[in-house]
């Protein structure tokens, strides 16, 4: 029984994970049952490994003791130990997250700065079958899409989890047999998280109804990754019909068009798999933007969709390099600025060329310092080429600017907020040369 696990593991290493041979690997290790006989294993078998703990400080004198721990094991073992230490509480508050997203964020974080400094080449964590079970009936009690449903995944990029077949109980049997220490954290024998709730309350109950809820569920799991493959081919087809990608501005956006998206079978569906990356949750209101009204938008935490005539606009939050009101001044003597956009200022006799980048102005009819700004609700200017003026609403409209178009749109000015030019845009008439022009300024934007 003893030699059975190790047996069954290094069979099950040389089948899925042959790529782990003579790679260079860092085990996260908390000093608790699962990761202790991760790296007993690992060490039996000669591979070259490194331990990573994390002391988040939540658990007093215990979580040293787990520190502690770890070190002399690594000692014990002859294996470079990294551990840190976390304020893991201050963390929490300061980001207002929880404390287990706290915790997680701040060891991947620190994780991924060892595997950047070390050259190591993956980082492996000791989930099993259990962990699978109650990651699959949180989702499934908060509601989530296939993904959700598909369990942990046995490799994530650079993350590898190697005992995701194995059983709680059959590592516990491992470590007992072959007299393997452990540190036992006590709150996981608490029911105040939800984790725990589920493993010590809901499981046993699963488990009396269906004696192999582990083989079942993996089973089950594996039918699901399976559809979900097939979904995700298919989403691959349905992305190069539909999305658009749009990096010519200073915002990347993702362009999703509305009437094709409509034509689909399930657009909601659809619109839930292009989108699900982008962490949304309202997605009800999601939806509702293929006929809301333009300039509706909804935001994530990370990103905003904005409806916008026969496009639905994606992008990244970000915040805006000046306020409404703000305004950046330039001298008389400058020749170029890079805040808050790349302006140069070139004295000339020529003609700039016919590009929307360049403009030749009369140096004479300019009123220093000139300004650079956002536009405003009223604003106004006379376009070249045109008799009259016009309002520059009534000209982004014309010009079907979308709202992030809007935003993204500078002017420059003079000191009495006349506009001079929408930068890259158009070119206000009553600063522009004429054949009796003596001092010419060509203003680029690059």
């Known amino acids: 029984m003893k030699l059975k696990m190790l047996q069954e593991f290094q069979k099950h290493i040389d089948t899925n994970f042959p790529f782990l041979r003579d790679k260079k690997l860092l085990i996260a290790i908390s000093g608790g049952l699962d990761s202790v006989v991760l790296t007993e294993l690992l060490h039996k078998l000669n591979f070259d490994i490194s331990l990573a703990h994390c002391n988040f400080k939540l658990r007093e004198k215990e979580s040293d003791l787990d520190e502690e721990f770890v070190i002399s094991l690594g000692e014990k073992l002859d294996l470079k130990t990294f551990a840190i230490q976390f304020n893991t509480e201050e963390y929490s508050t300061k980001n207002k997250v929880s404390t287990q997203i706290a915790a997680r964020e701040l060891r991947y974080s620190w994780f991924d700065d060892l595997i950047e400094e070390h050259h190591f080449d993956f980082l492996l964590t000791a989930h099993h079958a259990n962990d699978n079970l109650e990651t699959f009936l949180i989702n499934l009690t908060r509601g989530t899409g296939l993904d959700g449903l598909t369990g942990i995944p046995v490799i994530n990029g650079k993350i590898v989890r190697p005992l995701l077949v194995f059983s709680r109980e059959e590592i516990t049997h491992y470590a007992t047999d072959n007299k393997i220490e452990w540190r036992e954290d006590k709150s996981n024998a608490s029911t105040k998280y939800i984790r725990n709730k589920i493993r010590h309350q809901v499981v046993p109950i699963l488990k009396e109804i269906n004696p192999s809820l582990l083989e079942t569920f993996a089973k089950t799991s594996e039918n699901l990754q399976e559809s979900n493959q097939i979904i995700e081919d298919s989403i691959e087809k349905i992305t190069s019909e539909v999305i658009e990608k749009d990096f010519s501005s200073e915002l990347e956006m993702i362009k999703v068009d509305i009437k094709k998206i409509k034509q689909l079978s399930n657009p909601k569906a659809y619109l839930y798999q292009l989108l699900k990356s982008y962490e949304y949750t309202e997605w009800n209101d999601v939806y509702g933007l293929l006929d809301g009204q333009s300039g509706k938008q909804v935001l994530s935490k990370t990103h905003r969709l904005i409806k916008d005539r026969e496009f639905l606009l994606l992008t990244k939050k970000k915040p805006f390099d000046c306020a409404q009101g703000?305004?950046?001044?330039?001298?008389?003597?400058?020749?170029?600025?890079?805040?808050?956009?790349?302006?140069?200022?070139?004295?000339?006799?020529?003609?700039?060329?016919?590009?929307?980048?360049?403009?030749?102005?009369?140096?004479?009819?300019?009123?220093?310092?000139?300004?650079?700004?956002?536009?405003?609700?009223?604003?106004?200017?006379?376009?070249?080429?045109?008799?009259?003026?016009?309002?520059?609403?009534?000209?982004?409209?014309?010009?079907?600017?979308?709202?992030?178009?809007?935003?993204?749109?500078?002017?420059?000015?003079?000191?009495?907020n006349d506009i001079i030019w929408i930068i890259n845009k158009r070119q206000d008439r009553r600063f522009s040369t004429n054949k009796t022009t003596e001092n010419k300024i060509e203003i680029t934007f690059k």
């Open 326 to 416: 703000d305004k950046y001044y330039i001298a008389k003597d400058e020749l170029e600025i890079s805040s808050p956009i790349h302006l140069t200022f070139k004295e000339s006799n020529q003609n700039s060329s016919a590009e929307k980048n360049c403009i030749d102005v009369d140096k004479d009819l300019l009123k220093f310092p000139l300004i650079v700004r956002k536009w405003q609700k009223g604003d106004y200017f006379y376009p070249v080429g045109m008799q009259g003026k016009k309002k520059l609403s009534k000209y982004f409209k014309d010009e079907k600017f979308s709202l992030i178009n809007k935003e993204q749109t500078w002017l420059l000015c003079n000191n009495d």
